[in-house]
C-alpha cells in the first residue's frame, strides 16, 4: 500500500509540474489597473443595442476599463425653432439648413457627453462615436488630453486631400500638434483628462459665441495639444449623417493618413 500511495504523489508532482509549465506557457495574467487609472468610456450611438455591440468590442479591454455610458445621438427635427438655433453655427454660406441641422445635432450630442462627465465628475474619458473602431491596441489612459484618432490636414482646411502632411520626430504614444502647420478632423475618438478640460470646453459650446463644425471647434480653441500615434481608432466607412454620402474617413483616418 505504501508503494502504492508513493506512486500516486508522484504521479501528482509530475501533473502539478505540467501544469505549471502549461500557465507559464500562456504568460502571466496582467493585472488590473486601479479605478483612477481606467477609462470611463462615453459612447455616442443612435440605439442601445449599438452601444452594447460596442461595448462587448472593448470586452477584452476590461481590466483598463471602469466603466461605459450610453450617450444617445442627438437627430434634430427641420423646424423653424431648430433652424433659429443654427445661427450660432459659424458655417459656410452656402451650407444647406438640412447639413446645418445635423452639424448641430453632433455638436448636441457632443455637449450631452461632456455634460454627463462634468455630472459624474470622471477622469480619465475617452468619448467615441459609434463608427469609431479599435485599429491599435488601447494603451493605459495618457497623462493628459488628446486625439485617439482623426485625420491630420495642412491648418488650411481646404488644402485637405490635396496636399499631403508629415509630422517632424513623429514617434509612438503622445505627440505634439503643431497648430501653426497642421488640424486634426473628425471626433470619432478623444480623451478628456478630466472633469476641467470637460468644463472648459462645455463653457465655451454654452456660450452665446458662435461655433463651427465640432472638429474645427476643437482645433481653433486648442483643447488638446496631443495626439496618440498611431491611431488607436479608425472612423469606419459609412453613410455620413450629416451629408447621406459614403465618405472615405476609414482610409484618411488610419494612422492620421500620415503613411
Given at each position: 500500500m505504501a508503494k502504492?500511495?508513493?506512486?500516486?504523489?508522484?504521479?501528482?508532482?509530475?501533473s502539478n509540474k505540467t501544469r505549471?509549465?502549461?500557465?507559464?506557457?500562456?504568460?502571466?495574467?496582467?493585472?488590473?489597473?486601479?479605478?483612477?487609472?481606467?477609462?470611463?468610456?462615453?459612447?455616442?450611438?443612435?440605439?442601445?443595442?449599438?452601444?452594447?455591440?460596442k461595448v462587448a468590442s472593448l470586452s477584452r479591454y476590461q481590466r483598463k476599463?471602469?466603466?461605459?455610458?450610453?450617450?444617445?445621438?442627438v437627430f434634430l427635427k427641420m423646424n423653424a425653432e431648430n433652424f433659429q438655433k443654427t445661427k450660432k453655427l459659424k458655417t459656410r454660406y452656402n451650407t444647406s439648413m438640412k447639413a446645418r441641422?445635423?452639424?448641430?445635432?453632433c455638436i448636441y450630442a457632443h455637449r450631452?457627453?461632456?455634460?454627463?462627465?462634468?455630472?459624474?465628475?470622471?477622469?480619465?474619458?475617452?468619448?467615441?462615436?459609434?463608427?469609431a473602431t479599435l485599429a491599435h491596441l488601447l494603451p493605459n489612459p495618457p497623462g493628459e488630453s488628446t486625439y485617439l484618432g482623426g485625420w491630420i490636414v495642412p491648418k488650411k482646411v481646404t488644402l485637405a486631400g490635396k496636399?499631403?502632411?508629415?509630422?517632424?520626430?513623429?514617434?509612438?504614444?503622445?505627440?505634439?500638434?503643431n497648430f501653426d502647420k497642421i488640424k486634426?478632423?473628425?471626433?470619432?475618438?478623444?480623451?478628456?483628462?478630466?472633469?476641467?478640460?470637460?468644463?472648459?470646453?462645455?463653457?465655451?459650446?454654452?456660450?452665446?459665441?458662435?461655433?463651427?463644425?465640432?472638429?474645427?471647434?476643437?482645433?481653433?480653441?486648442?483643447?488638446?495639444?496631443?495626439?496618440?500615434?498611431?491611431?488607436?481608432f479608425v472612423q469606419e466607412s459609412h453613410v455620413s449623417d450629416i451629408d447621406g454620402k459614403v465618405n472615405k474617413n476609414e482610409e484618411r483616418s488610419r494612422d492620421y493618413d500620415l503613411n
Open positions: 502504492k500511495r508513493s506512486r500516486s504523489r508522484s504521479r501528482a508532482r509530475r505549471s509549465k502549461r500557465a507559464s506557457s500562456k504568460g502571466h495574467t496582467l493585472p488590473v489597473l486601479s479605478e483612477d487609472k481606467q477609462y470611463n468610456i462615453f459612447v455616442i450611438c443612435k440605439t442601445k443595442k449599438i452601444f452594447d455591440e476599463i471602469h466603466s461605459f455610458h450610453y450617450v444617445k445621438a441641422i445635423r452639424k448641430l445635432g450631452n457627453a461632456l455634460r454627463k462627465i462634468v455630472k459624474l465628475k470622471t477622469e480619465n474619458n475617452l468619448i467615441l462615436e459609434e463608427d496636399q499631403k502632411v508629415t509630422v517632424p520626430k513623429l514617434k509612438r504614444g503622445l505627440n505634439e500638434i486634426i478632423l473628425m471626433t470619432h475618438s478623444y480623451f478628456v483628462k478630466d472633469t476641467e478640460t470637460a468644463k472648459t470646453i462645455l463653457k465655451v459650446i454654452q456660450s452665446k459665441d458662435p461655433i463651427k463644425n465640432y472638429d474645427i471647434f476643437l482645433n481653433d480653441y486648442e483643447f488638446m495639444h496631443k495626439f496618440y500615434y498611431p491611431a488607436i
